[in-house]
């Protein structure tokens, strides 16, 4: 029994290290047939963009809105002014924003007011 | 070494590996997140790139389209937009979009000048389906898209070149349209109406950029007439008929016709 241990041991540390070199070395995870969710926020941002700079062309808020549930089920607004932060985060141009911010106030014009709480 | 020797030996190494597959898969699974647009599924792929080209053709800014394309690392891309946009119109989706990808596309896959028009297309390059290969049913008018790509500003197009195209026996006849600007240039996402006795129909420039920005063709069948219309503009060609050439040695094929819009220079 005393020299089972050690032996067993030093075979899990083994196996747990030959584990890892082939989850990550060998054969690593390769992310194909993702969905737009799970887009990095730079890219994200860029999406969020993308949809604004087209809606400034198209004016057309329904169509803005459906581009943007590709990225979850949070709402619209929330997307836009997620990639606000970032892009004001990561020194995005004064147009990039403003053509952000655009899209983000005709979302707010949409939202319905915030009732406030009667106790 | 005896055999009992090893039996500690494997039974580590196996409670190992285990143990890792359970931490990875179970305990702590991977998650997809901070993924880039390569890796999206082919739908949402293709969306992203129409996206790409909405964008484009609301800001007009090709060099952030190119920066935005160069993660999908692809040559041919303006190939891949091109069909995209035959794809797409093709399944009902928004006009506006297909247009914009034609636009995209001819913008990236500018031709050469003095490529020659030719049925069979740049040798090597994959042949791109017509967006409408057979006359249809007349269908319910569709409403025009609110926005357009707008042409080089200049005077209205007029029909200055209307030949028969005797050279390309192997394929199916053809309306070939090109329309220029003023400077020679094709112009791409250009709406050509077409109009026969039994129905209408509508195709653009551009959706193959490998034969030129201005370029649109549409797959003529025998027995009709056909009138050619450039929207917004006077240039009206009526009365298209299929025309037979000599093949030689008492052969006869059916030719394709070519039309040529341009603007007059100022």
């Not at chain 1, 799970?38 to 400034?56: C, F, I, K, N, P």
């Not at chain 2, 992203?48 to 040559?75: C, K, M, N, P």
Request: proline share 8%.
């Amino acid at each position: 029994m005393p020299r089972f241990l050690p032996r067993f041991l030093l075979g899990l540390a083994l196996g747990l290290a030959a584990g890892l070199l082939y989850g990550w070395v060998i054969q690593p995870v390769e992310y194909v047939d993702t969905a737009p969710n799970t887009l990095d926020a730079q890219y994200r941002t860029d999406y969020v963009l993308m949809v604004s700079e087209t809606y400034g062309a198209e004016r057309d808020l329904g169509r803005a809105q459906l581009r943007l549930a590709s990225l979850g089920p949070e709402p619209p607004l929330e997307k836009v002014e997620a990639a606000i932060l970032y892009a004001v985060e990561h020194g995005s141009s004064s147009d990039d924003l403003a053509t952000l911010n655009r899209l983000a106030v005709d979302l707010r014009a949409l939202s319905p007011p915030t009732q406030a709480q009667s106790s | 070494m005896r055999s009992s020797d090893w039996f500690p030996w494997i039974l580590g190494v196996g409670v190992g590996l285990l143990a890792g597959v359970f931490y990875a898969w179970r305990v702590n699974p991977v998650s997809y997140t901070q993924t880039d647009p390569t890796s999206l599924r082919a739908d949402f792929r293709m969306d992203y790139l129409a996206l790409i080209a909405s964008a484009h053709a609301g800001t007009g800014d090709l060099g952030r389209a190119q920066a935005r394309l160069a993660v999908f690392g692809a040559e041919a891309i303006g190939e891949t937009l091109g069909a995209l946009a035959q794809q797409r119109l093709a399944s009902g989706y928004p006009e506006a979009e297909a247009r914009a990808l034609a636009g995209l596309a001819a913008a990236l896959g500018e031709r050469p000048s003095g490529l020659p028009l030719s049925t069979t297309g740049t040798p090597g390059a994959t042949p791109v389906r017509p967006i409408t290969s057979t006359p249809r049913p007349v269908r319910t008018p569709q409403a025009t898209s609110t926005r357009a790509l707008t042409p080089t500003p200049g005077a209205p197009f007029q029909l200055t070149r209307q030949q028969l195209l005797c050279e390309a026996e192997a394929v199916p006849p053809r309306l070939q349209v090109q329309v220029l600007d003023a400077s020679g240039r094709g112009v791409p996402a250009m709406e050509i109406r077409i109009i026969w006795d039994q129905g209408s129909d509508r195709f653009f420039t551009g959706l193959k950029p490998e034969l030129g920005a201005g370029y649109a063709d549409f797959t003529l069948q025998p027995g009709f007439a056909y009138t050619v219309e450039l929207p917004g503009s006077s240039a009206l060609v009526t009365g298209l008929e299929l025309e037979t050439c000599d093949a030689g040695q008492g052969g006869t094929f059916d030719g394709s016709w070519l039309l040529v819009f341009s603007q007059p220079a100022r």
